[in-house]
């Protein structure tokens, strides 16, 4: 404070004082300048005076003017030096591009492989609506014609209300999942907003699967649960309604017999259906132990024969059986074929009328064993041959029904051949009969 107040009413040491501050400020603005110049020089000289040498002496070398000069410049030590230390900075920003753009490239290729082969389609639409990418699989399975090619167009086409603007802005609280039918195909489409790189939306991606197969599996199982619950409670009806009138009426012992038949009928027709209901649940859940082994499937097939002679002789059938000399045992489970065999034998007693023919051949091609069964009998429609192994599918239900069938006797003698490395095939023309060819693996 005293020295302040010196200086004040002191002028002369006052102006001294400001000379000095000015000399130590400008010596400081000097030394900057300075030390900016020597770092320009020495940039210059290290970095940019090599380059401008490099390219004028590649000019020169291109127009032919002091070829010679040049080309010692450029054969000189520091020429060299610079040379080298420029290569390999070049080299390895080249080698760091060239990395990364391979890498791009191989995820480029992978994505798009991917997308080539999936099964299920996938569509990329732009903000606009148009498509800017779409896979094989989505062209098939929405059968996309060239003129479609926008948002709009595709769905109005496949009458699926959803509209664009309310995925990508809406996301939240719109439906973003549409289960659609087109033609004989079931498709179930998911809808989701993409964004760019600035975190604004995009476009719209699609993915498009087909559940043509789960929603037929779940048809059959539906069908499968109905069946079950009419097959038991058409038995249990009878059953439940004979007892009552029994219980509640006296009769004479000749009705009360015949009433008495009937519900042992069908008690035993309801007993088989489960039998067969369990059999076809252990099929199912692989618990069956098969106890395979060798033996003569011509004698099997006469022994089948014999044990529906009965049945035969009433309806005056023929029934011829003719077994190939020499036929390899085969190797499988006994128990299991034979009820193939009384299956399919039974089946042509039942559908061939009074009077009609059966003809059993036994023979062997390869390595395989066969049993042709032909009858003359009532035949199959062709529309229904695709479907008479699904199981309590029936051609006349109530024919079938009042025969005693189940509706799965094939269906089961398919999966015993199955697991026996067999196979069935079946023709049939109606009025003129049906071919049933069972093969087996003989023993090797």
Same mark, same amino acid.
């Given at each position: 404070?005293?020295?302040?107040?010196?200086?004040?009413?002191?002028?002369?040491?006052?102006?001294?004082?400001?000379? /000095?501050?000015?000399?130590?400020?400008?010596?400081?603005?000097?030394?900057?300048?300075?030390? #900016?110049?020597?770092?320009?020089?020495?940039?210059?000289?290290?970095?940019?005076?090599?380059?401008?040498?490099?390219?004028? *002496?590649?000019?020169?070398?291109?127009?032919?003017?002091?070829?010679?000069?040049?080309?010692?410049?450029?054969?000189?030590?520091?020429?060299?030096?610079?040379?080298?230390?420029?290569?390999?900075?070049?080299?390895?920003?080249?080698?760091?591009?060239?990395?990364?753009?391979?890498?791009?490239?191989?995820?480029?290729?992978?994505?798009?492989?991917?997308?080539?082969?999936?099964? $299920?389609?996938?569509?990329?639409?732009?903000?606009?609506?148009?498509?800017?990418?779409?896979?094989?699989?989505?062209?098939?399975?929405?059968?996309?014609?060239?003129?479609?090619?926008?948002? $709009?167009?595709?769905? /109005?086409?496949?009458?699926?209300?959803?509209?664009?603007?309310?995925?990508?802005?809406?996301?939240?609280?719109?439906?973003?999942?549409?289960?659609?039918?087109?033609?004989? *195909?079931?498709?179930?489409?998911?809808?989701?907003?993409?964004?760019?790189?600035?975190?604004?939306?995009?476009?719209?991606?699609?993915?498009?699967?087909?559940?043509?197969?789960?929603?037929?599996?779940?048809?059959?199982?539906?069908?499968?649960?109905?069946?079950?619950?009419?097959?038991?409670?058409?038995?249990?009806?009878?059953?439940?309604?004979?007892?009552?009138?029994? *219980?509640?009426?006296?009769?004479?012992?000749?009705?009360?017999?015949?009433?008495?038949?009937?519900?042992?009928?069908?008690?035993?027709?309801?007993?088989?259906?489960?039998?067969?209901?369990?059999?076809?649940?252990?099929?199912?859940?692989?618990?069956?132990?098969?106890?395979?082994?060798?033996?003569?499937?011509?004698?099997?097939?006469?022994? #089948?024969?014999?044990?529906?002679?009965?049945?035969?002789?009433?309806?005056?059938?023929?029934?011829?059986?003719?077994?190939?000399?020499?036929?390899?045992?085969?190797?499988?489970?006994?128990?299991?074929?034979?009820?193939?065999?009384?299956?399919?034998?039974?089946?042509?007693?039942?559908?061939?009328?009074?009077?009609?023919?059966?003809?059993?051949?036994?023979?062997?091609?390869?390595?395989?064993?066969?049993?042709?069964?032909?009858?003359?009998?009532?035949?199959?429609?062709?529309? $229904?041959?695709?479907?008479?192994?699904?199981?309590?599918?029936?051609?006349?239900?109530?024919?079938?029904?009042?025969?005693?069938?189940?509706?799965?006797?094939? *269906?089961?003698?398919?999966?015993?051949?199955?697991?026996?490395?067999?196979?069935?095939?079946?023709?049939?023309?109606?009025?003129?009969?049906?071919?049933?060819?069972?093969?087996?693996?003989?023993?090797?």
């Amino acid at each position: 404070m005293n020295k302040l107040i010196e200086l004040e009413s002191n002028p002369q040491m006052l102006g001294e004082t400001i000379n /000095k501050g000015s000399i130590v400020f400008l010596i400081l603005t000097i030394t900057y300048v300075l030390i #900016c110049i020597l770092i320009i020089l020495f940039a210059s000289k290290t970095i940019v005076n090599p380059l401008k040498k490099l390219i004028k *002496s590649a000019e020169k070398i291109s127009d032919g003017n002091d070829v010679e000069q040049d080309i010692k410049y450029l054969d000189s030590k520091k020429s060299k030096t610079e040379i080298d230390e420029l290569y390999k900075a070049f080299n390895l920003m080249t080698s760091g591009l060239k990395e990364n753009l391979n890498e791009v490239t191989r995820q480029k290729k992978q994505i798009e492989t991917i997308l080539l082969h999936m099964t $299920d389609g996938i569509i990329a639409f732009n903000i606009d609506g148009s498509i800017i990418h779409i896979n094989p699989a989505a062209s098939r399975l929405l059968r996309i014609t060239g003129s479609e090619n926008t948002f $709009d167009k595709i769905f /109005k086409k496949l009458k699926v209300d959803i509209n664009m603007e309310k995925i990508i802005y809406l996301e939240n609280w719109t439906s973003t999942e549409v289960k659609v039918n087109v033609k004989d *195909s079931y498709l179930n489409m998911f809808f989701a907003p993409f964004k760019d790189e600035n975190d604004r939306p995009a476009g719209v991606m699609v993915l498009i699967q087909d559940i043509t197969e789960h929603v037929k599996l779940d048809n059959m199982r539906k069908e499968f649960v109905a069946d079950v619950s009419h097959e038991l409670k058409t038995p249990l009806t009878s059953i439940l309604g004979y007892a009552e009138t029994l *219980s509640e009426t006296d009769y004479d012992e000749e009705i009360r017999q015949k009433f008495l038949g009937v519900i042992s009928s069908e008690a035993v027709r309801m007993t088989k259906l489960v039998n067969d209901l369990l059999t076809l649940s252990k099929f199912d859940n692989d618990n069956t132990e098969w106890e395979k082994t060798e033996f003569n499937l011509g004698e099997l097939v006469k022994q #089948c024969q014999q044990n529906l002679q009965i049945e035969m002789d009433k309806k005056n059938q023929k029934v011829e059986c003719f077994v190939t000399a020499n036929v390899p045992n085969v190797f499988a489970d006994k128990d299991g074929i034979e009820r193939v065999i009384l299956n399919i034998l039974s089946n042509s007693v039942k559908y061939t009328g009074e009077g009609g023919t059966i003809k059993i051949y036994v023979g062997f091609v390869y390595n395989d064993a066969y049993i042709k069964v032909i009858d003359n009998g009532i035949g199959i429609p062709e529309k $229904d041959l695709d479907r008479i192994f699904e199981r309590f599918y029936r051609v006349d239900k109530a024919r079938t029904r009042a025969m005693g069938g189940t509706g799965l006797g094939l *269906s089961i003698a398919k999966e015993i051949l199955d697991r026996n490395d067999g196979r069935i095939d079946i023709k049939s023309k109606v009025h003129e009969g049906t071919e049933v060819v069972i093969t087996i693996p003989t023993k090797n």
